[in-house]
T-cell receptor, first 111, second 112 residues
Framework: SQQGEEDPQALSIQEGENATMNCSYK?????LQWYRQNSGRGLVHLIL?????REKHSGRLRVTLDTSKKSSSLLITASRAADTASYFC???????????FGAGTTVTVRA | EAQVTQNPRYLITVTGKKLTVTCSQN?????MSWYRQDPGLGLRQIYY???????DKGDVPEGYKVSRKEKRNFPLILESPSPNQTSLYFC???????????FGPGTRLTVT
């Protein structure tokens, strides 16, 4: 079964707006990662946040992690058409090495 | 250029005809993994390898085999493909298990 679940499933925003998507998971994690996938292509790693971290930034991306609520959020600020993609969260359990992916959030940025 | 390569990129085959999808990485990564991606299901792990000669089952290993004889290569073998193995397949690698993964471009397989 999937460990992470993204919400919403799909998101449509205007260029320049911010996009927020959430990921919830079920059991204790070692780290949580966010990936981007452009239509049918390979996934690209965005950010890795460890269980003892609460927030990380990378350019226009901001990731938060709340281990008490078993949830994470990805914020894309000042979105661009090139941000149109599917975004996946992936969790690594505390006692494991493999990534478990959610079903993803499809983001469409309208010009 | 650091990369993960997969071949072939597209493959149409018939039920029962053995096939191999190759995966190679040039980053000296210890960890390699295979995933399949199906609509609405995200990525599901098929097999992974922590290092040479060390492989283990993921979430959906039935119908697949792998081998890791060299650090850079991790081929996926379908001994007797069936239509339910029609999917988009990704190979990925990372320095260590649980770390940032680098993905190949994908192999779109159709089994008729």
């Amino acid at each position: 079964s999937q460990q992470g679940e993204e919400d919403p499933q799909a998101l449509s925003i205007q260029e320049g707006e911010n996009a927020t998507m959430n990921c919830s998971y079920k059991t204790s994690i070692n780290n949580l990662q966010w990936y981007r996938q452009n239509s049918g292509r390979g996934l690209v790693h965005l950010i890795l946040i460890r269980s003892n971290e609460r927030e990380k930034h990378s350019g226009r991306l901001r990731v938060t992690l709340d281990t008490s609520k078993k949830s994470s959020s990805l914020l894309i600020t000042a979105s661009r058409a090139a941000d149109t993609a599917s975004y996946f969260c992936a969790t690594v359990l505390s006692n494991d090495y493999k990534l478990s992916f959610g079903a993803g959030t499809t983001v469409t940025v309208r010009a | 250029e650091a990369q993960v390569t997969q071949n072939p990129r597209y493959l149409i085959t018939v039920t029962g005809k053995k096939l191999t999808v190759t995966c190679s990485q040039n980053m000296n990564h210890e960890y390699m993994s295979w995933y399949r991606q199906d609509p609405g299901l995200g990525l599901r792990q098929i097999y992974y390898s922590m290092n040479v000669e060390v492989t283990d089952k993921g979430d959906v290993p039935e119908g697949y085999k792998v081998s890791r004889k060299e650090k850079r290569n991790f081929p996926l073998i379908l001994e007797s493909p069936s239509p339910n193995q029609t999917s988009l397949y990704f190979c990925a690698s990372s320095f260590v298990g649980g770390g940032e993964q680098y993905f190949g471009p994908g192999t779109r397989l159709t089994v008729t």
